[in-house]
């Protein structure tokens, strides 16, 4: 029936959202469309990001943008680029050495994506002690340790950006600028709201990454950062593929302007995290897709799929309950109280023993709950996640 099927790759039911050890999630036509026609035309690559530069301007009110492998790659890329600046010796010294390595994080806000900064050749500095959530007391970092770590080898502060994120991404902007330093945000997973694409460059962020593949809805191996010109330009310095002579190099100059630079870089640290021409105008559809949708269509058509799985459901709607049902600036999710962690386990696992595997958010089974995301699932999905829940009800 189809190539993957054929070499016994089984595809899933996914009801845990846009992970990506579960590939994330499905395409809207008008995107896979977009894919289709870059895939049967070449491009010159700077000329087609300097394109995917200005619509991620228009749509973000920053600067410049670009387009990368995830939002993880473009961690790592933004770290490249505030260590680096426009100096190609910099570039050429990435990942052991270079003059400026250090990037500011505060302590809580720590987590395994913050690997990508570090692949960049970061050196991160923790600030803060967050004994609150320690449950000894009532702090998170606060400004002035941050402050007092920037030394003459601070390249950026780094932001996670959280709904309670502390100090609040104004507060560090404004340490920042009294320092001349950038400050790059993982907004990776900052959506929805929507107004979140602009909400982080609006009060000054200098970088912000988004994720491609998660609530917008392109392609799973793409995500866009935006930001400064300067730093998307030694972003793209550092990502493009610059094997050429300098007298034919001509980059568009909303790119990358030539007169700022003394020679051309090599071929930089950012290679591994290449997008194609496909990734590239997938994003672009997604993300304008996801601004004419808009929060509150978007909100309902999640909401309709996950109808879909009650009502093909008898047994457990007792105990289900849909989550931010009235909340346009989150996901909404079906919760299933199961009456006890052992059972919570035990349906999980019929789930997956189900043909085909549907997988659900367990993370919450210690309460006895299992959660259900839309994201991922369309309407046909979510049918046959509603009856195997019932199939799967462990007997008494
Ligand atoms: C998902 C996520 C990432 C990585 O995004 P990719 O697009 O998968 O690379 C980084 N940071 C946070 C906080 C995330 O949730």
Not at 74 to 79: S, V
Not at 103 to 119: E, F, K, P
Request: negative net charge.
């Amino acid at each position: 029936m189809s190539l993957l099927s054929d070499l016994g790759a089984r595809r899933i039911i996914n009801a845990r959202g846009t992970v990506t050890r579960l590939s994330g999630g499905i395409m809207h036509p008008e995107v896979i469309a977009a894919m289709t026609d870059a895939s049967r035309q070449c491009f010159d690559m700077s000329e087609l990001q300097a394109a995917a530069s200005a619509e991620i301007a228009r749509i973000t009110g920053a600067e410049a943008g670009y387009i990368a492998s995830g939002a993880s790659a473009c961690l790592m890329l933004g770290a490249a680029a505030a260590m680096t600046g426009l100096d190609a010796a910099s570039m050429a010294r990435l990942p052991q050495d270079g003059p400026r390595r250090e990037i500011i994080i505060v302590r809580s806000q720590r987590n395994a994506y913050d690997h990508a900064l570090r692949t960049a050749g970061a050196n991160l500095v923790e600030v803060g002690l967050p004994d609150r959530h320690a449950g000894a007391g009532v702090r998170d970092a606060q400004g002035w340790q941050i402050e007092s770590a920037i030394t003459e080898r601070t390249a950026a502060i780094f932001h996670v950006a959280a709904e309670n994120a502390e100090p609040s991404l104004p507060e560090v902007v404004a340490i920042a600028r009294r320092h001349g330093l950038p400050v790059l945000v993982d907004a990776a997973a900052q959506l929805p709201p929507q107004a979140n694409l602009r909400r982080f460059i609006e009060v000054g962020a200098d970088l912000v990454a988004f994720s491609g593949g998660k609530v917008l809805g392109g392609p799973q191996a793409s995500g866009f950062l935006c930001g400064r010109r300067d730093l998307i330009m030694a972003a793209a310095l550092q990502h493009l593929d610059l094997d050429q002579y300098i007298d034919t190099w001509t980059p568009p100059d909303t790119l990358i302007d030539r007169r700022r630079l003394v020679g051309m870089p090599v071929t930089g640290i950012g290679r591994p995290c290449k997008a194609g021409k496909e990734e590239i105008a997938g994003l672009l559809a997604a993300l304008q897709l996801f601004v004419r949708e808009g929060d509150g269509v978007r909100h309902a058509r999640w909401l309709a799929t996950l109808a879909a799985v009650r009502e093909a459901n008898t047994d457990w709607r007792a105990g289900m309950s849909i989550q931010h049902e009235a909340d346009n600036d989150r996901v909404p999710h079906i919760s299933i109280d199961t009456g006890s962690p052992e059972v919570a386990r035990e349906l999980t696992r019929r789930l997956l023993s189900h043909s085909p595997a549907i997988h659900v958010d367990d993370s919450e089974r210690h309460h006895g709950r299992i959660i259900l995301s839309p994201l991922a699932l369309d309407v046909e999905d979510a049918a046959i996640v509603g009856r195997a829940l019932d199939a799967a009800k462990p007997g008494p």
